[in-house]
């Protein structure tokens, strides 16, 4: 069974890089796609991107900007790098696989492990 | 704007039946499937209905899903204390070409 854990610093300050790392276990990751996703405190979840294991990227337009998402198949674990963190940046950040399958000629895709989720808070 | 429309929060009592509804329009839920994930507070989501009505291994019989052109909804019977949580629905979007989850309803068992 896949387990995913990400892992990263809790406090970043404003302006600067924060880096996530998720590391999986159980299963290969040069299958599926990954994702990350994040909660502000008290918020809903907003999705921030994903990758396949080939490295091609696929990112929420309000992130395009200054969202990295890569992957390290040589490690098992792909990764989030975010320039240019503000205090809107603190949240909860989950990462997650994306299973995909044609279901009677529709393309179903659906996030079925999750990470623990990392708190981020960005403060000076 | 593409959007995922959910009711902030809901209620019932033990054995009741609840439904959870979410609107979306043509670009996400009327060309895509739907799923649904279940967060207890403090962890992180669980996927509970993928592909409008499918449950993951694990996941009991009360729940059940459906969809109708631009809205899905999440149906949970025989209510129990621990189905307290926030549900949240989700689809793909294709003018955004990226995924979209609903604002999440919280659902309370009084």
């Known amino acids: 069974q896949v387990q995913l854990e990400d892992s990263g610093p809790g406090l970043v300050k404003p302006s600067e890089t924060l880096v996530l790392t998720c590391n999986v276990s159980?299963?290969?990751?040069?299958?599926?796609?990954w994702n990350w996703v994040r909660q502000p405190p008290g918020k809903g979840l907003e999705w921030i991107g994903s990758?396949?294991?080939?490295?091609?990227?696929n990112y929420k337009d309000s992130f395009r900007s200054r969202v990295t998402i890569s992957v390290d198949t040589s490690k098992n674990q792909f990764s989030l790098t975010m320039n240019s963190v503000t205090a809107a940046d603190t949240a909860v950040y989950y990462c997650?696989?994306?299973?995909?399958?044609?279901?009677?000629?529709?393309?179903?895709?659906?996030?079925?492990?999750w990470g623990q989720g990392t708190l981020v808070t960005v403060s000076s | 704007q593409s959007v995922l429309t959910q009711s902030p929060s809901t209620s019932g009592t033990p054995g009741q039946r609840v439904a959870i509804s979410c609107s979306g329009s043509?670009?996400?839920?009327?060309?895509?499937?739907v799923n649904w994930y279940q967060q207890v507070p403090g962890t992180a989501p669980k996927l509970l209905i993928y592909?409008?009505?499918q449950r993951p291994s694990g996941v009991p019989d009360r729940f059940s899903g459906s969809k109708s052109g631009t809205s899905a909804s999440l149906a949970i019977s025989g209510l129990r204390s621990e189905d307290e949580a926030d549900y949240y629905c989700?689809?793909?979007?294709?003018?955004?070409?990226?995924?979209?989850f609903g604002g999440g309803t919280k659902l309370t068992v009084l």
């Open positions: 997650a696989r994306e299973r995909r399958r044609m279901i009677r000629g529709d393309l179903s895709i659906w996030l079925d492990s």
């Open positions: 043509s670009s996400n839920i009327g060309r895509n499937t």
């Open positions: 159980g299963d290969s990751i040069s299958t599926y796609f």
């Open positions: 592909n409008n009505n």
């Open positions: 989700e689809a793909w979007d294709d003018s955004l070409n990226g995924r979209l």
């Open positions: 990758v396949y294991y080939s490295g091609s990227t």
